[in-house]
């Protein structure tokens, strides 16, 4: 039987066989992506609202609230684990804003030389020296406690609830 070929003269066998290589290369290149996408996962965008520092007391005081106060830093790997599977999980992110006014206080001690003064005030007034700390702060009755440190989403969540619990 006699090979058909193309107008540039391409024999129709050899068209499996580059739709063949191009397969392989595409299965290579997804397999790669893969391996990627493993080991540098996409991070969740946070599910909390957190509120500004300047406006934080009144929206406290108007809804019955405490504050929830985390105190981070850029360069903190544990306030980023902390991010990632507590504040962009939508069952605890409900609870926290159901819960506090959630207000973040970054540090910048180390990217600038000092921090901002309110910036400064509360870390001295909370006495914040490790990351991350959260401070559940009642302004009525100017009652705080401290969960210092990232232990785990149940064990931080657990520390938040006994926290609220002891403001009140």
Known sequence: MPRLRDA???TSRAMP???LLVAVALLIARVGT??????????????LTWRP???AQAEAAAAHKPILYEFSAEWCGPCKVLSSEVFADDHSAHLIESWFVPVRVVDTQREQGH???DVQALQ???KVDAFPTLVVYNPANDHHESVVGYMGKAAEMQELTQALVKVR
Do not use: I, M
């Open 8 to 10: 540039r003269g391409t």
């Open 34 to 47: 893969g391996v990627w996408e493993h080991q540098h996962p996409p991070a969740l965008g946070e599910r």
């Open 115 to 117: 921090n901002a003064p």
């Open 53 to 55: 520092l300047a406006a």
């Open 17 to 19: 066989r580059v739709l």
């Open 124 to 126: 001295d007034k909370f």
